[in-house]
């Protein structure tokens, strides 16, 4: 009985490669550093899953910043901006491609299915060249070769390739990607030659692309494409294997056992990539015992879901976590020996106090007091099949707000945080260490809230927020203060290139013991006149981005965050919070589709029971809208704040379609991820076309996003110009 994984995550137990990129890009290392750094975190990840036990071991899975970005320089692929030619790339077109350089900006970047992975967007049309450019595949099997070690060589697959790619700029909407399949099978057949020459038995073609429903002439691409490569592939296996995941699909498992094909083998992906759950050992033998029914024993493989790329890399580094806890957790290096341990167990070698140690840990996380809490079950339970929304709607709410609130046309607001500086973070790090004291602490952030209110004040906008200085994360510091989460020290995943997130774990019922955020938010509405928004992070964000519990469904834990959520926002109408933003940044992560339902009613539980008169702001860090449009209208807020500057125009056409919109909106009206300070005649312009489309009432004017990661220098200039516009903009109506 054979065992496999998919991939492994890049970035090392303790973010090695993140900080060797980072060096190497701000120049202070050399490329043979960084490949040093690199070529030693895999040949550790190499040797790991050889000595325990894993038969089908992938290589070529490590990536200097994305495997997508590989697969373009393997294909030549380079948009002609990046002056490549021809030759073998190196360092310098592949981080141009990913990060820009001084005269051309990065290539796009856009999410990975439904995960916070995030892959270079290649780019393509009729006119593109391509060439056999990028020997990283089989140096990195030639690599594994030197060290004793047989791997699989993973390759992005071809058809995949071209449906995550987009049209290059200026090429006929028309045209179809697929057609350049016929330039980029040959260089698949030169790769393939190649690996076989330097003694590749099997090579792994990742085809994600393939779980979506597809319609039948892409469907048709996939098997024509493989019948062509076949003839390259033949003495090396064909296509002879096929991976499924079995975790997240629930209906994968009856497709395979109502047919699969005869003779080929099963790579029966059983234990998840995608969350940090120890495996339930005995149930997995059990649905592989049953597979082995149908394909047989010898060509049952038990790998993994997907790549482990998007779970942590090594519970052995998680010093913090108490030992029940870490009983129930599996990170990738842990996952490979369960994977070797139910190959080991289906051949009749079971490791039965493995076993056992496993079942006691599950046991003790189903019994566990610390998971369950009784009335957080009720109340969420009975939440479902209801409704819960406001009882006015928005448009007598909006006209109960306005008589309080008093905002003139055109009101300006921020959304949320301010730019945090090196003393800042200073102080929250001295306090969490207890190096200095609460009164302190206390006294500090007070200090800097009414920096961030006189500076709004001074600067004449009309909504004010209190600066988040005391949010290191806007997740972290909700999980931080409710019980059900855990934190780890080093459990990061890659997000895009170097950047790598730290998810908490929910783990247990949440709950929420007392006031998170009152304190802070009256502190500051006590220090001006004009309205102080209260500033909260939705249920469905603080899902998304975390590692949710696999023991009920992802709605269940999304109800009872959106309840906790739901005390908070009535304590702060209670402490006199007249606005309310409602965070639901990561709205969009969740889909396919069928999740808005349970999604959009959790952030209405949220705010069900406010008043008429307080004001309930959202915002989203996305712009692409379009499809979900209808949700976003559903969630029934009084303002939405969105992500707009770098695409006015696929917001404005959903509007000029028709789509009846009464709420407030505000589309951004400049970029915060640029350090570029916009100018107010630019501003105005932006601002011009939104009221060419919208109604004049219902137009809010703010940037892009928080203004954390922005240097004062850049954010006083920048909410100047913003301001002067409005103003501008209302003399004129
Ligand atoms: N209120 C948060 C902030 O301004 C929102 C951040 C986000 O949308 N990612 O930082
Ligand atoms: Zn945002």
């Given at each position: 009985?054979?065992?496999?994984?998919?991939?492994?995550?890049?970035?090392?137990?303790?973010?090695?490669?993140?900080?060797?990129?980072?060096?190497?890009?701000?120049?202070?290392?050399?490329?043979?550093?960084?490949?040093?750094?690199?070529?030693?975190?895999?040949?550790?990840?190499?040797?790991?899953?050889?000595?325990?036990?894993?038969?089908?071991?992938?290589?070529?899975?490590?990536?200097?910043?994305?495997?997508?970005?590989?697969?373009?320089?393997?294909?030549?692929?380079?948009?002609?901006?990046?002056?490549?030619?021809?030759?073998?790339?190196?360092?310098?077109?592949?981080?141009?491609?990913?990060?820009?350089?001084?005269?051309?900006?990065?290539?796009?970047?856009?999410?990975?299915?439904?995960?916070?992975?995030?892959?270079?967007?290649?780019?393509?049309?009729?006119?593109?060249?391509?060439?056999?450019?990028?020997?990283?595949?089989?140096?990195?099997?030639?690599?594994?070769?030197?060290?004793?070690?047989?791997?699989?060589?993973?390759?992005?697959?071809?058809?995949?390739?071209?449906?995550?790619?987009?049209?290059?700029?200026?090429?006929?909407?028309?045209?179809?990607?697929?057609?350049?399949?016929?330039?980029?099978?040959?260089?698949?057949?030169?790769?393939?030659?190649?690996?076989?020459?330097?003694?590749?038995?099997?090579?792994?073609?990742?085809?994600?692309?393939?779980?979506?429903?597809?319609?039948?002439?892409?469907?048709?691409?996939?098997?024509?494409?493989?019948?062509?490569?076949?003839?390259?592939?033949?003495?090396?296996?064909?296509?002879?294997?096929?991976?499924?995941?079995?975790?997240?699909?629930?209906?994968?498992?009856?497709?395979?056992?109502?047919?699969?094909?005869?003779?080929?083998?099963?790579?029966?992906?059983?234990?998840?990539?995608?969350?940090?759950?120890?495996?339930?050992?005995?149930?997995?033998?059990?649905?592989?015992?049953?597979?082995?029914?149908?394909?047989?024993?010898?060509?049952?493989?038990?790998?993994?879901?997907?790549?482990?790329?998007?779970?942590?890399?090594?519970?052995?580094?998680?010093?913090?976590?108490?030992?029940?806890?870490?009983?129930?957790?599996?990170?990738?290096?842990?996952?490979?020996?369960?994977?070797?341990?139910?190959?080991?167990?289906?051949?009749?070698?079971?490791?039965?106090?493995?076993?056992?140690?496993?079942?006691?840990?599950?046991?003790?996380?189903?019994?566990?007091?610390?998971?369950?809490?009784?009335?957080?079950?009720?109340?969420?339970?009975?939440?479902?099949?209801?409704?819960?929304?406001?009882?006015?709607?928005?448009?007598?709410?909006?006209?109960?707000?306005?008589?309080?609130?008093?905002?003139?046309?055109?009101?300006?607001?921020?959304?949320?945080?301010?730019?945090?500086?090196?003393?800042?973070?200073?102080?929250?790090?001295?306090?969490?260490?207890?190096?200095?004291?609460?009164?302190?602490?206390?006294?500090?952030?007070?200090?800097?809230?009414?920096?961030?209110?006189?500076?709004?004040?001074?600067?004449?906008?009309?909504v004010l927020v209190h600066g988040e200085p005391e949010r290191n994360d806007m997740v972290e510091y909700f999980g931080e203060q409710l019980s059900g989460f855990a934190f780890t020290a080093n459990g990061w995943v890659q997000s895009y290139g170097s950047r790598c997130v730290k998810?908490?774990?929910?783990?247990?019922?949440?709950?929420?013991?007392?006031?998170?955020?009152?304190?802070?938010?009256?502190?500051?509405?006590?220090?001006?006149?004009?309205?102080?928004?209260?500033?909260?992070?939705?249920?469905?964000?603080?899902?998304?981005?975390?590692?949710?519990?696999?023991?009920?469904?992802?709605?269940?834990?999304?109800?009872?965050?959106?309840?906790?959520?739901?005390?908070?926002?009535?304590?702060?109408?209670?402490?006199?919070?007249?606005?309310?933003?409602?965070?639901?940044?990561?709205?969009?992560?969740?889909?396919?589709?069928?999740?808005?339902?349970?999604?959009?009613?959790?952030?209405?539980?949220?705010?069900?029971?406010?008043?008429?008169?307080?004001?309930?702001?959202?915002?989203?860090?996305?712009?692409?809208?379009?499809?979900?449009?209808?949700?976003?209208?559903?969630?029934?807020?009084?303002?939405?704040?969105?992500?707009?500057?770098?695409?006015?125009?696929?917001?404005?056409?959903?509007?000029?379609?028709?789509?009846?919109y009464g709420a407030g909106i505000g589309p951004g009206v400049y970029d915060i991820h640029s350090p570029r300070i916009p100018s107010t005649d630019e501003i105005a312009d932006r601002i011009n076309k939104m009221l060419a489309v919208l109604e004049q009432n219902i137009l809010w004017?703010?940037?892009?996003?928080?203004?954390?990661?922005?240097?004062?220098?850049?954010?006083?200039?920048?909410?100047?110009?913003?301001?002067?516009?409005?103003?501008?903009?209302?003399?004129?109506?």
């Amino acid at each position: 009985m054979a065992s496999h994984i998919v991939g492994y995550p890049r970035m090392g137990p303790k973010r090695e490669l993140k900080f060797a990129l980072e060096s190497f890009w701000d120049g202070k290392s050399t490329a043979e550093d960084l490949q040093k750094v690199s070529a030693d975190l895999r040949s550790d990840i190499w040797k790991q899953m050889s000595s325990a036990g894993i038969k089908y071991i992938p290589s070529n899975t490590f990536a200097y910043y994305d495997q997508v970005l590989d697969t373009t320089a393997m294909l030549g692929a380079v948009p002609p901006r990046y002056g490549w030619n021809s030759g073998e790339i190196g360092f310098d077109v592949y981080f141009s491609m990913a990060r820009g350089n001084a005269s051309v900006p990065a290539m796009e970047m856009t999410k990975w299915f439904d995960t916070n992975y995030h892959y270079i967007v290649p780019e393509l049309g009729p006119e593109v060249k391509l060439s056999y450019s990028s020997h990283k595949a089989v140096n990195e099997y030639k690599e594994t070769k030197a060290l004793g070690v047989e791997t699989v060589p993973v390759l992005v697959g071809p058809v995949s390739y071209l449906l995550l790619s987009k049209l290059a700029k200026g090429v006929d909407k028309s045209f179809d990607l697929l057609s350049v399949l016929p330039k980029v099978l040959p260089i698949y057949k030169e790769v393939i030659a190649e690996l076989k020459g330097a003694g590749a038995t099997w090579i792994q073609f990742d085809e994600p692309l393939f779980v979506m429903d597809l319609e039948g002439h892409k469907l048709q691409a996939f098997s024509g494409a493989y019948a062509e490569l076949e003839s390259t592939l033949s003495g090396l296996n064909g296509v002879t294997a096929f991976g499924f995941d079995l975790i997240r699909g629930t209906k994968t498992i009856d497709l395979i056992k109502s047919s699969f094909p005869q003779g080929k083998y099963l790579f029966a992906g059983v234990v998840d990539g995608r969350n940090i759950w120890a495996n339930d050992l005995a149930a997995s033998l059990i649905t592989l015992q049953s597979l082995e029914g149908i394909v047989g024993k010898d060509k049952l493989v038990v790998s993994t879901s997907c790549s482990l790329l998007h779970t942590a890399v090594d519970l052995v580094n998680e010093t913090k976590l108490d030992a029940e806890i870490k009983s129930w957790l599996a990170f990738a290096a842990q996952k490979v020996v369960e994977v070797d341990a139910l190959a080991k167990a289906l051949a009749g070698q079971k490791n039965e106090s493995f076993f056992s140690a496993n079942a006691a840990a599950l046991s003790s996380r189903r019994s566990s007091p610390r998971v369950t809490n009784e009335s957080v079950q009720k109340a969420a339970a009975a939440l479902k099949g209801s409704d819960h929304r406001r009882a006015t709607e928005v448009n007598a709410r909006l006209d109960a707000q306005q008589k309080k609130l008093n905002l003139p046309i055109l009101p300006t607001t921020t959304i949320g945080s301010f730019p945090q500086t090196v003393e800042l973070r200073k102080v929250r790090r001295e306090y969490k260490a207890k190096k200095i004291s609460e009164e302190d602490y206390v006294k500090a952030i007070k200090e800097e809230i009414k920096k961030v209110v006189d500076i709004q004040e001074e600067l004449d906008i009309d909504v004010l927020v209190h600066g988040e200085p005391e949010r290191n994360d806007m997740v972290e510091y909700f999980g931080e203060q409710l019980s059900g989460f855990a934190f780890t020290a080093n459990g990061w995943v890659q997000s895009y290139g170097s950047r790598c997130v730290k998810p908490p774990i929910i783990y247990g019922d949440v709950s929420r013991p007392k006031p998170m955020t009152v304190f802070w938010s009256s502190t500051a509405q006590s220090m001006t006149k004009r309205p102080m928004k209260g500033m909260l992070t939705g249920p469905v964000t603080i899902l998304n981005w975390s590692f949710v519990r696999n023991d009920q469904p992802r709605h269940e834990t999304c109800y009872q965050i959106a309840l906790a959520i739901k005390d908070e926002v009535e304590d702060l109408e209670k402490g006199g919070i007249g606005v309310i933003q409602i965070d639901e940044a990561a709205l969009r992560e969740g889909l396919p589709s069928f999740y808005l339902d349970w999604a959009v009613h959790s952030f209405r539980i949220t705010n069900c029971g406010v008043q008429d008169s307080t004001q309930i702001h959202t915002h989203m860090c996305y712009s692409n809208f379009n499809d979900i449009i209808h949700s976003i209208i559903d969630m029934d807020a009084d303002v939405i704040t969105i992500e707009n500057s770098r695409s006015d125009e696929k917001l404005l056409s959903v509007f000029r379609e028709g789509v009846k919109y009464g709420a407030g909106i505000g589309p951004g009206v400049y970029d915060i991820h640029s350090p570029r300070i916009p100018s107010t005649d630019e501003i105005a312009d932006r601002i011009n076309k939104m009221l060419a489309v919208l109604e004049q009432n219902i137009l809010w004017v703010n940037p892009d996003c928080g203004l954390k990661t922005r240097k004062y220098t850049e954010v006083k200039p920048a909410l100047k110009n913003m301001v002067d516009a409005a103003k501008l903009i209302r003399s004129q109506l």
